[in-house]
T-cell receptor, first 112, second 114 residues
Framework: GQQLNQSPQSMFIQEGEDVSMNCTSS?????WLWYKQDPGEGPVLLIA?????ELTSNGRLTAQFGITRKDSFLNISASIPSDVGIYFC????????????FGTGTLLAVQP | DTAVSQTPKYLVTQMGNDKSIKCEQN?????MYWYKQDSKKFLKIMFS???????INETVPNRFSPKSPDKAHLNLHINSLELGDSAVYFC?????????????FGQGTRLTVV
């Protein structure tokens, strides 16, 4: 079945540092999404990407939809302690059901 | 007001028992979902209902049975619980299947089978 691999698995950084993470797939997706999950909470949508090559920002977050449509990147600039959490990429399988396939997640820890 | 609410938040039960998790959304959405997050934090869709009709049914043991009495509710009933069912179960909703990007997730139900 389709799988999305995220890297790195985890990151431990100092406050103020920039962060990059990526997501790769063996299949093509037409939509890429990035979610953040805080401890004890459900995932919350951060950014949605709809076109190959698209670059979208949401505050300190920037995400890109890879040209091959098999990958996506998320960058966080000037990290702060509340950025801590698990970041998931997700690819949307189109059609009538629009099923989301989630990546393996990247755990981010930010030291003040 | 909580948009997508699940109950209970925590559930500890013995193997072999039958249990239910309830989900309600007050967003007026047509589509609701159940996801399972395992101990490695991997999220996988289990079921999706649109206007009370089942539209996604992944390869899930038939011990799991979703029930949607109306489009604001999607409950998950699990029979004969097994140790491997221990996970966090998330309910989510969206306007309709084609507007999945606006899906809202509940806080999750942590199920522990002992």
């Amino acid at each position: 079945g389709q799988q999305l691999n995220q890297s790195p698995q985890s990151m431990f950084i100092q406050e103020g540092e920039d962060v990059s993470m990526n997501c790769t797939s063996s299949s093509i997706f037409n939509t890429w999404l990035w979610y953040k999950q805080d401890p004890g909470e459900g995932p919350v949508l951060l950014i949605a990407l709809y076109k190959a090559g698209e670059l979208t920002s949401n505050g300190r977050l920037t995400a890109q939809f890879g040209i091959t449509r098999k990958d996506s990147f998320l960058n966080i600039s000037a990290s702060i302690p509340s950025d801590v959490g698990i970041y998931f990429c997700a690819g949307l399988v189109g059609g009538a059901t629009n099923k989301l396939i989630f990546g393996t997640g990247t755990l981010l820890a930010v030291q003040p | 007001d909580t948009a997508v609410s699940q109950t209970p938040k925590y559930l500890v039960t013995q193997m072999g028992n039958d249990k239910s998790i309830k989900c309600e959304q007050n967003l007026g959405h047509d589509t609701m979902y159940w996801y399972k997050q395992d101990s490695k934090k991997f999220l996988k869709i289990m079921f999706s209902y649109n206007n009370k009709e089942l539209i996604i049914n992944e390869t899930v043991p038939n011990r799991f049975s979703p029930k949607s009495p109306d489009k604001a509710h999607l409950n998950l009933h699990i029979n004969s619980l097994e140790l491997g069912d221990s996970a966090v179960y998330f309910c989510a909703s969206s306007h309709n299947p084609r507007r999945y990007t606006e899906a809202f997730f509940g806080q999750g139900t942590r199920l522990t089978v002992v």
